[in-house]
């Protein structure tokens, strides 16, 4: 049974940092492409970032050369590096996997099986 567990969200003020992590098991980690979402209120969830098996990353548009995705598949854990954090960043931060691998689709939400429970992220100006 797949168990994607998020943590490392928090409340920062803009300009600040945050590293979240995506602790993974139940199913063949370095064999599963895997992505971050986020959905503020009253918003659609969009995708943020998405890493394949073989590492071809991509980013929304609104967070590149800010955020940095990355996976680790010997401690199962997918990460996500967050800089120069601003107040539209704010949202409920979501990682997501499936066993497909994953290009043009890579930020699409209906493409995933699996989701975690999600961790807040909050930047106050």
């Known amino acids: 049974q797949v168990h994607l567990v998020e943590y490392g969200g928090g409340s920062v003020q803009s300009g600040g940092s945050l590293r979240l992590s995506c602790s993974a098991s139940?199913?063949?980690?370095?064999?599963?492409?895997l992505a971050w979402f986020r959905q503020a209120p009253g918003k659609e969830r969009e995708g943020v970032a998405g890493i394949t098996q073989d590492e071809f990353v991509k980013y929304a548009d609104s967070v590149k050369g800010r955020f940095i995705i990355s996976r680790d598949n010997a401690k199962n854990t997918l990460y996500l590096q967050m800089n120069n954090l601003n107040p539209d960043d704010t949202a409920m931060y979501y990682c997501a996997t499936e066993g497909r691998r994953l290009e043009v689709s890579l930020l699409v939400s209906s493409a995933y099986s699996d989701w975690g429970q999600g961790t807040q992220v909050t930047v106050s100006s």
């Open positions: 139940g199913f063949p980690f370095r064999g599963y492409t």
